[in-house]
């Protein structure tokens, strides 16, 4: 929490005047010299707390690589930090106030906590497996909503091959429950999720830093989140689904997965 806060600072100083915008893998995909700030002084401080740490950082390495990344980590670190210094970049460089800090934490390759904090509203949502999960200290649950009409949604157009797809998604959901809202920022999503302020969340061809800080709040907070074809979610999983659990069955029968989705 507190680099996540050090980090969150950085936001709020320079939200919508970020010295430089450059592009990455797509026009859809942008990286500003604030994001690798952030993720430089998160490193430094968990590394100068955990010396034995790893780091997993979306400023580090290329969409996709999470496997061949993983791998390469030192066998005898104890600690691996999936770290997504301004998930919502886009949002940042615009001046839109949906963009949080993402930091979760991998301990003998499970996943034991999570740590999303939007410095905007100064809302710290964290959560350990097993233990639950809290915003801003105080206890936090899923929502009750059982029926898939009445949920409220969330999901986002991803930067890469399958945004026509999940596109196609919102607009086949838009008439199926109460609503969809799409933030910007798949943390924030999941965050919600875990918070029950949102129902349900689903996404195509994200990355370990967008959804490991995530996937922990949601599980702490007694929801489920899996693949889109139901398996379990592990580091490498890239096209997510997460509700509140009610739904989960749901969600999964009318996300049309008929399709080249695979789980990595």
Known sequence: ???????????????????????????????????????????????????????????????????????AQEADRRFLW????????????????????????????????????????????????????ALNGAPMRVS??????????????????????????IRRFGYQVRNVRAFGSAAMHLAYVAAGRLDGFWENDLNAWDLLAGAVLVKAAGGEITDALGAPYTLETRHVAATNGRIHSELLRDLDVDHPLQSS
């Open 144 to 169: 009750d909503v059982d029926d898939l009409s009445s949920a409220l949604l969330a999901s986002g157009l991803p930067t890469g091959d399958y945004r026509g797809k999940n596109a196609e998604q």
């Open 82 to 133: 999936v770290v997504d210094p301004i998930d919502g970049t886009l949002n940042f460089i615009r001046g839109l106030p949906a963009c949080t800090v993402s930091i979760g934490l991998v301990v003998l390759g499970e996943p034991v906590v999570g740590v999303i904090y939007d410095p905007l509203r100064d809302e710290m949502f964290a959560g350990i497996t097993g233990q639950g999960a």
């Open 1 to 71: 929490m507190e680099a996540a806060r050090v980090a969150g600072d950085l936001i709020r100083r320079y939200i919508g005047r970020p010295e430089q915008t450059l592009i990455k893998s797509s026009p859809h995909d942008l990286v500003t010299e604030v994001d690798k700030a952030c993720q430089d002084v998160i490193m430094d401080i968990l590394s100068q707390m955990y010396p034995e740490s790893a780091f997993l950082g979306e400023e580090a390495v290329a969409p996709g690589s999470v496997a061949a990344t993983l791998a």
